[in-house]
């Protein structure tokens, strides 16, 4: 860490972190949280983490995994001038990455899904052995079951709060009207996870996978025909399974015709490179039948985050509850018998 005798600005803790790379830039633009140097050295990505340096150590060390398993879909962090992987300044960590100018225009081919799961797989198969400490820790499926039920709990209480007031919203009326079919996805899903833990979890140790944590289109940057994920400041060794029904839940969009068959379509490209077992299968369907998006919709307006129309939000809730009556078909597919999902 570099030690500083008196409160910098943010100005010069820029100009030190250019320093301790050598960047004298000739062009600096900002592209969200990420600032595009041009320099004499050529183009880098600089980026101010949240992630501690204890964190970005760990970052490191499964970069340097990566790069002796041959896996090249990451960018690794570039050395600074002294040879660290980043800096850490301030209580604040900065790295820098090649630049990539991303073809966006790959993010919305109709196999883009395929394509990133086929990868997804790969980064799973060859992170199964890893053995280092993990940057975050993981998600136990007690946890995720208390936190399905603070969500809710949370939901009932949004109902209440709509049914209270003289005149609901357009979206309040389409919440209000689907919320007994919520609450009995979510009840499922989390009597289903109970079972999963008494059943299954206890008789053998279930597989663990580094994780990226957040896979979505600004994640992943396209380069000729190579892809590659950026971004791994919530990577965590996991099961292979939140992953995925996280990639689920994410890029299934109303418009797109997502169907059960596009469903095992995306599990079979995934499972090319790293195949589930049953009990991974069954936890996929469990998680992907708890109604996460939609809770999340309903938060988001209740927390004032929507800029929508009150009518179009209305619209766009009634397609996500009919999203989810394709994936409860799906799930019923991929889930054991055992279970007895009806």
Request: glycine letters at 4%; hydrophobic letters at 35%.
């Amino acid at each position: 860490m570099i030690a500083l005798q008196a409160s910098p600005t943010k100005q010069q803790i820029e100009q030190m972190v250019y320093q301790e790379y050598d960047f004298y830039p000739t062009h600096i633009e900002q592209h969200g949280k990420v600032r595009k140097i041009e320099c004499t050295r050529g183009i880098y990505a600089l980026k101010q983490t949240a992630v501690n340096a204890s964190q970005m150590t760990l970052l490191n060390c499964l970069f340097r995994y990566l790069r002796q398993q041959h896996y090249t879909s990451f960018l690794a962090l570039e050395p600074s001038k002294y040879g660290d992987p980043f800096i850490d300044l301030e209580g604040s960590c900065y790295y820098v990455n090649r630049w990539v100018d991303d073809r966006t225009e790959e993010k919305y081919r109709e196999d883009w899904p395929q394509r990133v799961l086929r990868q997804l797989g790969h980064l799973h198969r060859l992170t199964l052995a890893y053995e280092e400490p993990a940057p975050v820790s993981p998600l136990t499926p007690e946890i995720i079951g208390r936190r399905w039920k603070n969500r809710l709990e949370k939901m009932q209480a949004y109902r209440q709060l709509a049914l209270g007031k003289p005149f609901m919203s357009p979206f309040e009326i389409a919440y209000v009207s689907h919320f007994e079919y919520l609450k009995e996805l979510a009840r499922q899903a989390m009597r289903y996870l109970q079972a999963w833990e008494e059943k299954l979890n206890k008789k053998q140790e279930q597989r663990a996978v580094i994780c990226h944590g957040h896979v979505h289109r600004q994640h992943v940057l396209h380069e000729d025909d190579r892809l590659y994920f950026i971004h791994f400041d919530h990577a965590v060794l996991d099961s292979p399974v939140r992953e995925l029904a996280l990639f689920y839940r994410r890029h299934i969009e109303p418009t797109a015709h997502w169907d059960v068959e596009t469903g095992f379509k995306w599990l079979e490209d995934y499972e090319e490179q790293f195949v589930l077992h049953g009990e991974e299968k069954l936890l996929l369907g469990i998680y992907l039948l708890f109604p996460e998006r939609v809770f999340k919709d309903v938060e988001k307006y209740y927390e004032a985050k929507h800029h929508v129309h009150p009518f179009a939000l209305a619209r766009q809730f009634e397609q996500q509850i009919e999203l989810t009556r394709i994936i409860r078909r799906f799930v019923r597919e991929i889930i054991q018998t055992d279970l007895k999902i009806t």
